[in-house]
């Protein structure tokens, strides 16, 4: 088997690594495959830190191989491009989410629907097409096929837009594919971390009527002073949530703990839509009578291809829509997971890479 040029001439690469489940990162010499025909390489500048980053290094998954380097919310510069890269040239701020590569033949990836491919390439974690392990952009740079690269929009800031290659696709996509995305829609938002509190931006910017459930009350005056949401329900209370009854077009529950779902169909029009983007560990409990006494529908959404993603950047720029965050330097990174696990933290940590990761 004849080596591509790529493969046989790697490019040395500093990054932060864990190297067994206690998910503690620390500095990692290693390597990424030199410039290929259709590659774009860029230093990474910022990485936001997502929740399933923890899971990653942790090996809640049951799936990750050591040394393991996390990170998909990833901009930077681009600094150098391959002979035949169209999109993009030397100088260009881009970003990498969730998806490093697709098989690019199936029915989901000629869709659009790249996130269903039943061969993605996530950006950490996983055999890459090589054979070769991917590394995530806790790192000084990435190189990726140009059609997974993204544009980035002149006035839409790189450390807190970069979440919205997690947190913003996630959000966006499910209220585009459930049709809550219309002014006047009534959208309900359950929980208001990370992922929550750019549900609401997004919801807010398509004209949708939003309430926010949380089982925190102190966080009422962060949803409707701070995020501009409608309304707010504390859902440990009884009285508040049979007052929803009956109320909502959709909801976005984006809660990865256990929670009772019940309660939020209840507060779901006839035809309403619940529509997960948390993961919690366990099994939903749920009772026929809750679904059928409605027609209500329970659906499940993840990120979104390359096309809509690089669409809801541009409608993040329009709409001025970017992650509340919390920068820190790379040698913090560890401290900032353990504040992420312990408390509900609404803001996003975005690593500062281009100015203070170090080589070894």
Request: charged residues 20%; glycine residues 10%; aromatic residues 8%.
């Amino acid at each position: 088997m004849t080596t591509s040029p790529e493969f046989e001439h790697p490019i040395k690469a500093y990054g932060y690594a864990a190297r067994d489940t206690s998910g503690i990162l620390s500095p990692l010499t290693f390597s990424r495959r030199a410039t290929g025909d259709k590659d774009v390489r860029f230093k990474v500048l910022y990485c936001g830190i997502c929740h399933s980053d923890l899971h990653f290094v942790r090996n809640d998954w049951r799936s990750t191989s050591y040394p393991a380097i996390p990170g998909h919310e990833i901009v930077g510069v681009v600094t150098e491009v391959g002979s035949n890269v169209e999109k993009f040239k030397i100088g260009d701020k881009v970003g990498v989410g969730c998806l490093l590569g697709s098989c690019r033949s199936c029915q989901s990836c000629a869709s659009d629907y790249e996130q269903y491919c039943l061969k993605p390439v996530f950006p950490f974690g996983v055999p890459n097409f090589d054979g070769t392990q991917t590394y995530g952009g806790y790192s000084d740079h990435m190189v990726s096929d140009e059609h997974f690269v993204l544009r980035w929009p002149e006035n839409l800031p790189l450390d807190s837009g970069a979440p919205l290659l997690c947190a913003g696709i996630t959000t966006y996509s499910s209220l585009r594919y459930f049709g809550l995305d219309k002014p006047g829609t009534k959208v309900g938002v359950v929980g208001l971390g990370g992922l929550g509190h750019v549900a609401v931006k997004m919801a807010k910017a398509f004209g949708a009527e939003v309430t926010v459930f949380s089982t925190t009350s102190a966080k009422e005056q962060d949803a409707i002073d701070g995020l501009k949401a409608d309304h707010f329900i504390n859902s440990k209370d009884q009285h508040q949530m049979e007052a929803a009854r009956g109320r909502l077009d959709g909801i976005i529950d984006t809660v990865s703990g256990d929670h009772p779902i019940a309660p939020l169909l209840n507060a779901l029009t006839p035809h309403g839509k619940l529509v997960l983007v948390g993961a919690p560990e366990s099994p939903l409990e749920v009772a026929a009578f809750s679904l059928i006494m409605g027609r209500k529908t329970i659906a499940g959404s993840i990120i979104g291809g390359i096309k809509e993603t690089q669409e809801m950047l541009d409608f993040a720029a329009e709409h001025g829509i970017i992650a509340d965050i919390e920068i820190i330097p790379i040698d913090y990174v560890n401290t900032a997971m353990k504040r992420l696990l312990k408390s509900d933290v609404r803001y996003r940590f975005v690593i500062d890479v281009g100015n203070s990761i170090k080589a070894e």
